[in-house]
């Protein structure tokens, strides 16, 4: 026979990738990672995070001048990228959608079965990869080389690690150094 569980319980919760459950109001908007009972750390991330939290405020505007978006978001931003994360590992990412909960302070809640660093890399690859998609349709063969040296050049964890040594990550408002 099921026990009984009441409102908060952890039928209620989140089940994250490791299998453990959350109580998505334990999810606080200053929280990056999440220390679970498993013994892993979960990357936090929700869609009041802005998307430079992984990246400088340049190249989100680039990205969101150069991404068209179909969907209720005005422009691309962290619910963009962590699709594009949740569609490259479905078994990682777990999903929660607070719409209809205004105690929480977010509409979207993804944890990941990443911690928020090699989160933050994965991202940065995506990205990299969309970036060389895009830019291989291009009819300029010259800016299609140049971008290919560029990336042989770039390291994503050199880069991850100088831009979180530059980002304030202990502030619940994330915002530039």
Sequence with gaps: MADPRGPGSAVDGLELPCGETVDPHEIDLG??????????????????HPPSRFFPESLVAVLQETIETDDEFEEFGTPHLLGVVLEEFPD???????????AVGYTLLWMTAFDARRLHEVVVELVVELMEHAISHADDDAAVSEFESQMLEFDVAEFVEQYRRERDFESEHDQPV
Excluded: I, N
């Excluded at 929280?31 to 009041?48: F, I, K, W």
């Excluded at 990682?92 to 205004?102: F, L």
């Design 31 to 48: 929280m990056r990672e999440y220390s679970c009972p498993c013994g892993d750390v979960h990357a936090v991330v929700t869609d009041v």
């Design 92 to 102: 990682d990412v777990v999903v929660h959608d607070a719409s209809d909960d205004g």
